[in-house]
C-alpha cells in the first residue's frame, strides 16, 4: 500500500504532500531522468481547453490557463446542473 502510494505521486509528478512516507523532495530525487520527455506526453494526453488539462495544471502546481479555466467551470455547471435535474426526478 505504502509502495503503490509512492509510485502514484511519482507518476503524477505530485509535488506537495506526504506519499509513501515520502516528502516532496525525497520523492522529486526519485523521479525518472526522462521526466521532461514524460510531461510533455501527458500535456498531449490533456489538452488545454478541457477539464483534465485543468487537472494537469493543478497537479503540476501551475496556475490554469483561461481555456481550461472555462472548460472546468463548464464541466462543473453541467455537474451541478445534472445533480439538479436528479434532484427534481427524485421528488425532492
Ligand atoms: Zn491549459
Not at 21 to 36: I, K, N, V
Request: aromatic share 6%; proline share 5%.
Amino acid at each position: 500500500m505504502r509502495a503503490e502510494c509512492l509510485q502514484f505521486a511519482i507518476d503524477n509528478y505530485v509535488t506537495d504532500g506526504i506519499y509513501g512516507g515520502l516528502g516532496p523532495h525525497e520523492r522529486r530525487a526519485l523521479w525518472p531522468a526522462d521526466m521532461p520527455a514524460r510531461r510533455r506526453q501527458r500535456a498531449d494526453a490533456a489538452p488545454c481547453g478541457t477539464e483534465s488539462g485543468y487537472t494537469r495544471h493543478r497537479r503540476w502546481g501551475q496556475a490554469a490557463c483561461p481555456s481550461c479555466l472555462a472548460a472546468a467551470t463548464r464541466a462543473s455547471q453541467a455537474r451541478r446542473a445534472a445533480r439538479e435535474r436528479a434532484k427534481v426526478k427524485a421528488g425532492a
